[in-house]
């Protein structure tokens, strides 16, 4: 981040992640309607050419779908979404579908479907997905759901078109924590993935930070400045109701869930500097992992729960470290420049993401978790808070455009870029449900 910018030394002054004092201040203004940004970078060519014809019904319905499913897949980087306005009339059933029109506009794929409005209210969604090619039928489903759940429906049918089409599935039903902070006010929100819909878990005059979600994606855990100093929370997102995991004297702050539900890694400064530790679910149980006068934050569990990246400057400069999960067998996982924090695992195991600083530039980057060469994936320069998409396909992270903090997701090759939201005040901390 540039250090010249009033938000990265509000940023540096809050965040107790990496320099005691690493405690980055977060807030969330009142939900707002989006503006998303898709900007992609090569690979067009690979990309599956798709079209999505209006779904038969009202048009405001078929109209709020079609952006719903087109921006879930067109923000994955691996489909193309082509026009089908010129093919009349415009099909709803399989048997009105005249392939060689599709297959003029390029298309390898179509959806069509239908919304009919039921006896009681609700809404009836069918679609169908189709091979242009082949004209075959590759899946089809019918949804009832209220009319306020057609933004969640979009993204289940886009969950479907691109486990499909690409073999893997889908990530875009699954929703994104962050905290926002407008004007003196913080809010920990949760969203759906492309950044709509946004609930408000819980706000508060002093920061918020550092949200992270439980294995089984029923709670959050977070760090709450409202006794005056940093203290860690588990919160229900089903009934609100909320415990304190650590307050013990000095800073409680970067809480990561282990896989298993049954306890989380959390940074302590209570018995010799910025130190990692595990703390049962209940609050109970506090081991230390780490020792030594250095600075040790910023833990990620690997997916099998075996181990942690961390974030250390025990070699003199930030870095990311691995260690197993008791402790020991300590070893540095990043060598190239002296700049690199925020760990975090992907859902495989098989890499990880980072921030890395290069030239005054703060970047996500990703690394073999094996080793290897280090990937800069973004191009801008006040990146922070990696996380990857529960398919491993996409990461959010937030950044910094026209002066404020905004969410934004890279493609895992780098290529397309997408900025989500673009809203009143600073958008921080993005943490994808698992």
């Known amino acids: 981040m ?127 997905l189709l091979d242009v090619v082949k004209q075959t039928q590759l899946a089809g489903f019918s949804y009832t759901v209220a009319p306020s759940q057609l933004r969640s429906t979009g993204h289940r049918i886009a969950d479907v078109v691109y486990e499909k089409l690409t073999g893997v599935p889908g990530a875009f039903s699954k929703r994104i924590a962050y905290v926002l902070k407008q004007g003196k006010r913080y809010q920990l929100q949760v969203a759906d993935s492309d950044g709509q819909g946004a609930q408000t878990v819980v706000s508060s005059n002093e920061p918020i930070i550092s949200p992270a979600w439980s294995s089984d994606d029923s709670q959050l855990a977070y760090v709450s400045f409202e006794k005056k100093k940093p203290v860690v929370y588990a919160q229900s997102l089903a009934n609100g109701a909320r415990r304190v995991l650590a307050n013990f004297k000095g800073s409680n702050s970067a809480p990561a869930w282990a896989p298993n539900g049954n306890h989380l890694a959390v940074v302590l400064t209570r018995d010799d500097g910025s130190q990692i530790y595990t703390i049962n679910a209940n609050g109970s149980g506090v081991t230390r992992l780490t020792h030594g006068g250095n600075i040790d934050t910023e833990p990620s569990w690997s997916p099998d729960g075996t181990s942690l990246l961390f974030t250390s400057d025990r070699g003199g400069s930030p870095q990311v470290y691995r260690m197993n999960a008791s402790g020991g067998d300590i070893k540095r996982m990043t060598f190239e420049g002296n700049y690199n924090v925020s760990p975090t695992w992907s859902p495989d195991g098989k890499r990880f993401a980072f921030i890395h600083r290069e030239g005054g530039r703060y970047q996500v980057a990703m690394q073999d978790s094996s080793g290897g060469q280090m990937q800069i994936l973004t191009d801008s320069a006040q990146d922070e808070s990696p996380s990857f998409a529960p398919n491993g396909m996409l990461i959010v992270y937030a950044t910094v455009i026209n002066g404020r903090g905004v969410l934004a997701t890279v493609s895992v090759d780098g290529k397309t870029r997408t900025r989500l939201s673009d809203r009143a005040g600073d958008m921080r901390e993005p943490a994808w449900e698992p």
């Open 2 to 128: 540039l250090k010249s910018s009033p938000m990265y030394k509000s940023y540096l002054t809050i965040r107790a992640a990496f320099l005691t004092v690493l405690l980055l201040v977060l807030g969330f203004a009142q939900a707002a309607h989006a503006v998303m940004t898709i900007e992609v970078f090569g690979g067009a060519a690979s990309r599956i050419p798709v079209s999505m014809v209006p779904f038969a019904g009202n048009p405001e319905q078929s109209r709020l779908l079609s952006e719903v499913v087109g921006g879930d897949l067109t923000r994955s980087g691996q489909i193309k979404m082509v026009d089908a306005a010129s093919v009349t009339p415009p099909p709803s059933e399989v048997e009105q579908v005249v392939y060689p029109s599709f297959r003029a506009l390029g298309a390898d794929a179509v959806v069509i479907g239908r919304i009919l409005p039921l006896p009681n209210g609700q809404l009836e969604v069918r679609f169908r």
